[in-house]
């Protein structure tokens, strides 16, 4: 079974800085995908970012970026320049290529402060 | 192109009472999953259909909660007779497909259900 471990319960960031999301996942499989979801208090599940595990490139979108290490099972995003906007549940999920459930962290709440 | 759309927003039922959760998938998709969301965790699949049939229903309890997708119309996730530890945030996401660049899955708002 996949399991998604996200190890801080809680992180806080000063606006403009820069804070990095760290997860980590266990399978045997070796294709699968990655994906960074934003929840911000609407409760909305925003993709952020994913990462396709053959591509060994790391993903980014924006202020958004992610390290990829495939061989220590680890996937951790960066927040550039951080806005009082990032302030949300961040989870991290994973899923197995030609599956269909989503695993999910258990989220890291992320506060931007001014 | 509308994204995924949930119903009701917010339920209030009584114990005992059923609760009906609707989701209509994006256009042109036919996979939906299903996920319940407790207080202050993550997401946690319950089932995965494609029109008219259950493909995967393994993280969804054994008794009083039954999903479907027909052919026409949205997605329906049934809970019988409700207890206090149902109240959760329920959300569904929709899919193209499987593997390739459709692979990615859609989210709806998510209905919240509180049992009274």
């Known amino acids: 079974a996949q399991t998604v471990t996200q190890s801080q319960p809680e992180m806080s960031v000063q606006e403009a800085e820069t804070v990095t999301l760290s997860c980590t996942y266990d399978?045997?499989?070796?294709?699968?995908?990655l994906f960074w979801y934003k929840q911000p208090p609407s409760r909305q599940m925003i993709l952020v970012i994913r990462?396709?595990?053959?591509?060994?490139q790391n993903a980014t979108e924006n202020r958004f970026s992610v390290n990829f290490q495939k061989a220590a099972k680890s996937f951790s995003l960066k927040i550039s320049d951080s806005q009082l906007g990032d302030t949300a549940m961040y989870f991290c999920?994973?899923?197995?290529?030609?599956?269909?459930?989503?695993?999910f962290g258990a989220g890291t709440r992320l506060t931007v402060k001014p | 192109n509308a994204g995924v759309m949930q119903n009701p927003r917010h339920l209030v039922r009584r114990r005992g009472q059923e609760a009906r959760l609707r989701c209509s998938p994006m256009?042109?998709?036919?996979?939906v999953y299903w996920y319940r969301q407790l207080p202050e965790e993550g997401l946690k699949f319950m089932v995965y259909?494609?029109?008219?049939?259950?493909?995967?229903e393994s993280g969804m309890p054994k008794e009083r909660f039954s999903a479907e997708f027909p052919k026409e119309g949205p997605s329906i996730l049934r809970i019988q007779q409700v207890v206090r530890g149902d109240s959760a945030a329920y959300f569904c996401?929709?899919?193209?497909?499987?593997?390739?660049?459709?692979?990615?899955?859609?989210f709806g708002p998510g209905t919240r259900l509180t049992v009274t």
């Open positions: 256009k042109g998709h036919s996979h």
């Open positions: 996401a929709s899919q193209g497909g499987l593997g390739g660049s459709s692979y990615e899955q859609y």
């Open positions: 990462q396709e595990a053959y591509k060994q």
């Open positions: 399978t045997s499989e070796n294709n699968y995908y």
């Open positions: 259909l494609q029109k008219e049939n259950i493909i995967d």
């Open positions: 999920a994973f899923m197995r290529y030609n599956n269909n459930d989503m695993r």
